[in-house]
């Protein structure tokens, strides 16, 4: 089996005594791997695997000394020092399933939990607050390019991306990236779709998992009534050409209350559906009253709702695409506790996107959905008014650096936008 990047970092949480918990929208592996820590943690332990999605009786419970029972059923005792693992697939459709864990998670040292549930928002609230300090959460995302690559098996391909900075060959493979970072954008984002080989097969899926994902997981919170709207607010997202999120024209536009959208969009951020991006603003007062900029968490869905699969140069919104794809690859890569946020200004300087490091530095980038062979004056003009010596330029083919009065320039390819926070690492 193919291993998601993110096992690694899972890995460094087998034996400690925090509750593991994997979130993530459908199809992107979290059971895969819950199956996955299971068979390289029960060679010498002993465990119980439980799904909720498949297993009816879990949903009654109604208490820890019913799941003790459960697991005492299944060889667990309670004075051994070896650990014994509870995983637990959809573990959200367990009522009070918060309530149950933490009791047993304070009574017994060796219990070590893993847990999966399919969206944050059908997690309760209570879960979160009440395993505060108890809990390890991570997200696991859709395909990043690399991954996408390592699941294509093009492996000089992804030899040649892992040491992008050293690879003195670059432009001999510059059209094998071009023509495999559009086939990415424009389907592949799913492990499992990428894996099958027939082309009709992998749309007719992939059409089968947004739709899923629509019926089952937001539409779940609504009722027939808001279920059109909501069906009305996709598509209207998909067909604004532009990632300003004007909330008042699509009210009015949509017939929608302030508070409904508000509460259609939330939904659609704890399904993993979108993401909003804040303005950048060194008065953050200021900065909470400005328009916020909304992204798809993959450009399929995006193209799926338009019914356009256009290759990339003929389509009219090609640099939505590309920008998509550039926040998506920023959002997985980046540290923990780097912000993306944007900038936008009374005098009408832009800049796409504008991460900020957990230390106050700040990295703009600007994102060409072309090949672009000088330096833009809103980069220079942003790095002056805030003393900034680096610069991102992201575009089609470019890859080179340049400096301009006291910044230094790094054009970089849109396909390895992944490796951004890397290089400047090294």
Do not use: C
Not at 48 to 75: G, R, T, V
Not at 126 to 142: L, N, Q
Not at 391 to 400: P, R
């Amino acid at each position: 089996m193919i291993e998601r990047k993110i096992l690694k970092k899972i890995k460094n949480y087998y034996f400690t005594k925090e509750i593991v918990v994997l979130v993530g929208s459908r199809q992107v592996w979290k059971s895969t791997i819950l199956h996955k820590i299971e068979k390289e943690l029960v060679k010498n332990n002993y465990w119980i695997f439980l799904d909720a999605d498949f297993d009816s009786e879990l949903l009654l419970l109604e208490n820890s000394k019913e799941l003790l029972d459960l697991l005492e059923l299944n060889w667990f005792q309670k004075n051994k020092k070896e650990k014994f693992f509870v995983f637990i697939d959809e573990f959200q459709k367990i009522k009070n399933i918060w309530t149950i864990i933490k009791w047993l998670y304070d009574r017994f040292e060796n219990l070590k939990f893993f847990l999966s549930g399919s969206s944050s928002i059908l997690i309760n609230k209570a879960f979160w607050d009440s395993m505060m300090w108890r809990k390890v959460v991570f997200y696991i995302e859709k395909l990043d390019f690399e991954e996408f690559l390592l699941f294509k098996k093009e492996e000089k391909l992804l030899k040649i991306y892992k040491n992008i900075k050293f690879a003195q060959n670059f432009s001999l493979y510059k059209d094998s990236f071009e023509k495999l970072i559009e086939e990415f954008i424009t389907f592949w984002w799913y492990p499992q779709v990428v894996l099958w080989k027939n082309s009709d097969y992998k749309i007719k899926k992939l059409d089968e998992i947004v739709s899923s994902y629509i019926k089952k997981d937001i539409l779940y919170f609504f009722n027939a009534e808001h279920s059109s709207n909501i069906i009305k607010l996709l598509k209207y997202l998909t067909q604004i050409n532009t990632n300003l999120l004007k909330k008042n024209a699509i009210s009015n536009d949509l017939g929608i209350s302030d508070y409904n959208l508000w509460k259609y969009l939330s939904v659609l951020i704890e399904t993993f559906f979108v993401n909003l991006v804040e303005p950048f603003y060194t008065n953050k007062i200021k900065s909470i009253s400005k328009t916020q900029e909304l992204f798809f968490s993959d450009t399929w869905t995006y193209n799926s709702i338009l019914k356009n699969f256009w290759e990339l140069d003929l389509r009219i919104d090609k640099w939505i695409l590309i920008e998509n794809f550039v926040y998506n690859e920023l959002h997985k890569t980046k540290d923990i506790l780097d912000e993306i946020l944007f900038y936008r200004d009374k005098n009408l300087l832009e800049v796409d996107f504008v991460i900020k490091s957990w230390e106050n530095n700040l990295l703009p980038i600007e994102v060409k959905s072309w090949n672009f062979k000088k330096i833009p004056a809103n980069l220079v003009n942003f790095s002056k008014k805030y003393w900034i010596k680096k610069a991102v330029l992201i575009n089609k083919g470019e890859f080179k650096q340049e400096k301009k009065w006291d910044l230094e320039v790094y054009f970089i390819p849109y396909f390895l936008t992944g490796k951004i926070f890397e290089y400047f690492k090294n």
